[in-house]
T-cell receptor, first 113, second 115 residues
C-alpha cells in the first residue's frame, strides 16, 4: 500500500522568504502526486498535481513542485511567500488501481511579517 | 459550478443522539468520498462511492457509522449513536472517474462536536 510522509509538522517563514515543504512517498510504481492547501475553516483546495512527463509542475498561487523519483520526493516550493499563504499543506498520493488518495499528516505554515 | 456542498457546517449534539451529515457532489462527478479529520489522526478516508455504489468502506470505524448515496447528487453519513470520540471535521469530496489521476474537490466540511 502507498504511504506519504510530511516530516515537518510546523514551519515558520518570513514574508518574502522562499519556502520548501517536504513530501516523501512510498509506492512501487509511478504514483500520481498532489499538493492541497487548507485554510482555516475551509476544505482542501488543489494546488498542483503530477501524473507524468515534466518533473517540475506549476500550480496555482505561484507554487511549484518537483518530482524526484530517485528520492521518492515531491517537495513543494514557492520563491517568495505572502502572508496569505499561511495555511496547512497536504501532500497526497494516488495510484492507478484505486481512486482513493492517501494523504500525509500535513505541514502547518506560519508566515511572519 | 457551486462546488461540493456540505450541510450543516456545524453540528453540536449530545452523546447517544443520531447525527446525519449531508453532501451534494459536483454534477458529473462519478466518485464521492467521505473523510474525517482530527488532530490526532489527520485525514482518514471513511468510505467512497462510484456511481452511487459503495466501493470501499474499510475506513468506517464501526457499525455506528453508515453512509448512503441514493442518487448521483446526494449522500449522507450517519452516526448512531454518537460518542464524544466522534468529534471531528467531516469532509465530503467528489472526483471524476479517472482512477488515481483524478483530483478531489472538497466541501468546506461539517464540524461535529459530541458532548
Amino acid at each position: 500500500a502507498q504511504s506519504v510522509t510530511q516530516p515537518d509538522i510546523h514551519i515558520t517563514v518570513s514574508e518574502g522568504a522562499s519556502l520548501e515543504l517536504r513530501c516523501n512517498y512510498s509506492y512501487g510504481a509511478t504514483p500520481y502526486l498532489f499538493w492541497y492547501v487548507q485554510s482555516p475553516g475551509q476544505g482542501l483546495q488543489l494546488l498542483l498535481k503530477y501524473f507524468s512527463g515534466d518533473t517540475l509542475v506549476q500550480g496555482i498561487k505561484g507554487f511549484e513542485a518537483e518530482f524526484k523519483r530517485s528520492q521518492s520526493s515531491f517537495n513543494l516550493r514557492k520563491p517568495s511567500v505572502h502572508w496569505s499563504d499561511a495555511a496547512e499543506y497536504f501532500c497526497a498520493v494516488g495510484t492507478g488501481t484505486a481512486s482513493k488518495l492517501t494523504f500525509g499528516t500535513g505541514t502547518r505554515l506560519q508566515v511572519t511579517l | 459550478d457551486a462546488g461540493v456542498i456540505q450541510s450543516p457546517r456545524h453540528e453540536v449534539t449530545e452523546m447517544g443522539q443520531e447525527v446525519t451529515l449531508r453532501c451534494k457532489p459536483i454534477s458529473g462527478h462519478d466518485y464521492l468520498f467521505w473523510y474525517r479529520q482530527t488532530m490526532m489522526r489527520g485525514l482518514e478516508l471513511l468510505i467512497y462511492f462510484n456511481n452511487n455504489v459503495p466501493i470501499d468502506d474499510s475506513g468506517m470505524p464501526e457499525d455506528r457509522f453508515s453512509a448512503k448515496m441514493p442518487n448521483a447528487s446526494f449522500s449522507t453519513l450517519k452516526i448512531q449513536p454518537s460518542e464524544p470520540r466522534d468529534s471531528a471535521v467531516y469532509f465530503c469530496a467528489s472526483s471524476q472517474s479517472t482512477g488515481g489521476r483524478s483530483p478531489l474537490h472538497f466541501g468546506n466540511g461539517t464540524r461535529l462536536t459530541v458532548t
